[in-house]
C-alpha cells in the first residue's frame, strides 16, 4: 500500500460526484419547466390570435317591404275662433241705462243691446229743431220781402239795390237754415246712437258693460259686446312653424282635437295661408286657418286645437321603414362612404337578404313621412326582406 494514500480524499471524491450529479438534474428539471412554460405562452397566444381574427357571425334585423298609405303631416297647435266676431262699441259719451244683451244672447240684426241715457241729447235735438224752426221762419219772411222789392224795382218805385240788398238777406238766411238743419241731422244721430244696437244676426260671446256705467266716448270707443256672427261655422287659427309652412296649401285637409272631447276627432279645410309671420323668443311661426263645420255646436270659441293638416298623401304604394335607407352594412365607415355615395350623386339603396348575404338595390324613393318612404321606382317588391339594422353574434 502506498504510504501516501488517504482514505479521506475517498469520501471528498464522492461527495463532488454527487455534487456534479445534483446540478445536472436540477439543470435538466430547469430546462424542463423552462420549455414547458414556452409551450404554454406559445398556444395562448395562437389562441388569442385565432380568438380575435375570426370572422364574427352577423344578425339582420329586417322587416318586410310593404304596400299600403304614407301620409305626410303639419302638426301645430291652435285655437277654435268665431270665423266672423263683431265688436260692438258706443259712440256717444254718457250713463248706461239700461242692458238688454247678456253672455249666450241670440241677437238679430237692428235689435237694441243697450241704452245710453238719452235726455242730453233728446235737450240739444230739441234745441237745434227749435233754432231751425225760428231761421227758416226768418227766411220765409226775407223771401216774401224779396218778391214785393224785386216787384217795386221793376215799376221803379224803388231803388234797384234796395231789391239786390234784400236778395243777399235772403241768400245768408238760407246759409243759416242749412246750419241749422245740419245740427238738427246730428243732434239726431247722436240721439239715435244712444240705442247700442247689433249689426248682425249672432250670438253675444262677451259683455263689457253694466247698467249705470259711464262710458266717455269722447278718450277712445269702449267695447261693450263682441258678438259672433254664426258659431255654425267656426275657424281654428294655428301657430304652424315656418318649417311646415312649405308643404301646406289652401284645402288641404285636417283634424284636431280638443280637451273637452279626447275621443272625437273634427275635422276640417285649410282655408288661409295668412303671411303674417309671429316671432315669439326668436321662434316664427304662421297663422293656418282651418274652417270647421260646427252644426252641432259642440265646440265653444277659445277652446285649444292640437291640430294635424295632411300636406301630402299617397295611397297603395310600395313603402318600406326609414331605417332601411339610412342602413349601410359595415358599421361607420360604411356610412361614411354611402355619404360620400350620395355626394357624388349616385343612387340611394337599400339592402335586402338574399341567400343569407345583404344585397344593395338601388332605388328612387318618393314621398316620407315620419316612419315610411315611398319607393317610386327599383328592383324592389312586396316581400323583400329590407335590412333594418346589423348586430354581431359572438
Known amino acids: 500500500m502506498d504510504a501516501s494514500f488517504n482514505p479521506s480524499q475517498i469520501d471528498r471524491g464522492e461527495k463532488d460526484f454527487r455534487l456534479v450529479a445534483a446540478i445536472r438534474g436540477g439543470l435538466k428539471k430547469y430546462r424542463l419547466s423552462a420549455a414547458l412554460a414556452l409551450l404554454l405562452v406559445g398556444a395562448g397566444l395562437a389562441a388569442s390570435f385565432w380568438y380575435f381574427n375570426r370572422k364574427s357571425a352577423v344578425y339582420y334585423a329586417t322587416v318586410p317591404a310593404s304596400r299600403g298609405a304614407i301620409t305626410r303631416t303639419a302638426t301645430s297647435t291652435g285655437t277654435v275662433n268665431p270665423v266672423l266676431t263683431i265688436i260692438v262699441g258706443a259712440y256717444d259719451s254718457g250713463v248706461v ?14 235689435q237694441i243691446c243697450a ?17 231751425l224752426a225760428r231761421d227758416q221762419a226768418s227766411l220765409d219772411e226775407a223771401r216774401t220781402d224779396l218778391a214785393r222789392y224785386q216787384k217795386l224795382a221793376e215799376q221803379n218805385s224803388i231803388a234797384r239795390q234796395q231789391a239786390e240788398d234784400q236778395a243777399f238777406i235772403v241768400s245768408q238766411d238760407e246759409g243759416t237754415v242749412k246750419l241749422d238743419q245740419a245740427n238738427v241731422d246730428a243732434a239726431k244721430l247722436n240721439l239715435d246712437y244712444t240705442d247700442i244696437i247689433s249689426p248682425v244676426d249672432g250670438v253675444v260671446v262677451s259683455r263689457s258693460v253694466t247698467g249705470g256705467q259711464t262710458l ?3 278718450l277712445q270707443t269702449p267695447t261693450l259686446f263682441l258678438i259672433a ?10 301657430n304652424t312653424s315656418e318649417a311646415d309652412m312649405g308643404g301646406v296649401k289652401v284645402g288641404d285637409q285636417a283634424t284636431f282635437t280638443v280637451d273637452a272631447f279626447t275621443q272625437r276627432v273634427f275635422h276640417g279645410t285649410v282655408t288661409q295661408r295668412r303671411q303674417s309671420p309671429q316671432t315669439v323668443q326668436n321662434v316664427v311661426t304662421y297663422d293656418v286657418v282651418i274652417g270647421v263645420d260646427n252644426s252641432d255646436l259642440a265646440l265653444v270659441p277659445g ?5 294635424t293638416i295632411i ?12 331605417q332601411a335607407l339610412r342602413y349601410v ?43 315610411f318612404t315611398e319607393i317610386a321606382s327599383g328592383d324592389l ?14
Not at 238719452?118 to 233754432?131: E, H, K, T
Not at 256672427?229 to 294655428?238: I, P, Y
Not at 277652446?303 to 291640430?307: K, L, N, P, Y
Not at 317588391?381 to 359572438?394: A, C, K, L
Open 303 to 307: 277652446m285649444t286645437a292640437s291640430t
Open 381 to 394: 317588391h312586396p316581400g323583400d326582406q329590407v335590412i333594418t339594422s346589423e348586430s354581431p353574434v359572438r
Open 229 to 238: 256672427r254664426d258659431l255654425r261655422l267656426l275657424e281654428v287659427d294655428t
Open 311 to 322: 300636406t301630402a298623401q299617397r295611397s297603395d304604394v310600395i313603402r318600406v321603414p326609414n
Open 97 to 110: 241705462q239700461n242692458i238688454y244683451c247678456d253672455y249666450n244672447t241670440q241677437v238679430r240684426a237692428g
Open 216 to 218: 266717455a266716448s269722447t
Open 329 to 371: 352594412p359595415g358599421g361607420l365607415p360604411a356610412v361614411e362612404a354611402r355619404s360620400a355615395g350620395a355626394a357624388a350623386g349616385r343612387s340611394p339603396q337599400v339592402f335586402v337578404v338574399r341567400d343569407g348575404r345583404p344585397v344593395a338595390v338601388s332605388v328612387v324613393p318618393g314621398l316620407s313621412d315620419d316612419n
Open 115 to 131: 241704452k245710453i241715457d238719452p235726455r242730453p241729447y233728446q235737450a240739444a235735438f230739441d234745441q237745434y229743431i227749435g233754432q
